[in-house]
């Protein structure tokens, strides 16, 4: 069964979440009849506004990302809760799927090495609206960094709400038979109690995580 933890430290500095998100993509593959590509760029995109959507305080608030690269994959969207429900469609539910021949560094999904950003394009757009249930939705939009997701929406908090941010994200595919072993995903923030120290010292043990699907099987 899915599910979210969030934390803060308890001297306030960092705020962290992650999510296990394996049954909502591996039902999303079967409902969308996603390629292996679209799988991973989806599955991506849906643990994300998981997390987004559950950091929303409001009971009925929302939460809409979209991308729109311009590779073959066409629009990736997904839509969230503040209980960290989500859903989401992409545009073309075919597109092919090309994969890293050497892997990929900080691999989300390092199993299959399945090519994201040449899906998605990594030239393009990143919307976020949050709708809080009350007067206009929050919209920002800043453009993609790289395609892959979530260097994209590290690059939104940075650029758009000035939040130093750090976002994993990874969908693990059978190789064989194209089916969703685990997909899930991780934010971490600087929240304005933190130092240098701090800084340093999550930056020191970012640089040895394991990909997200590697610490979701252990």
Known sequence: ???????????????AACVDASDIVFTAKKIHHLSRSATAALGRL????????????Q??????????????????????DSSGNVKGYVGNADCPTEYYENGKINSADC?????????????????????????????????????????????????SEQIPTVCALGV????????????????????????DTVIDKLEKNIAELEPVTTMLAK
């Open 1 to 15: 069964m899915d599910k979210i933890i969030r934390c803060i430290t308890s001297d306030g500095a960092i705020m």
């Open 46 to 57: 849906l643990c994300a506004t998981s997390i987004m959507g559950d950091m929303l305080k």
């Open 59 to 80: 009971k009925d608030a929302s939460v809409n990302l979209r991308v729109m690269g311009d590779g073959e994959l066409g629009p990736v969207i997904a839509v969230g």
């Open 111 to 159: 199993f299959c090495k399945i090519n994201v950003a040449k899906a998605v394009g990594r030239t393009g757009m990143l919307n976020v609206m949050r709708d809080y249930g009350s007067g206009d939705p929050y919209i920002g939009q800043v453009e993609l960094v790289s395609g892959e997701i979530a260097e994209d929406i590290a690059n939104y908090y940075a650029t």
């Open 172 to 195: 693990l595919i059978d190789k064989e038979d194209g089916e969703v072993l685990l997909a899930g995903g991780l934010l971490i923030q600087l929240l304005p109690g933190a130092d």
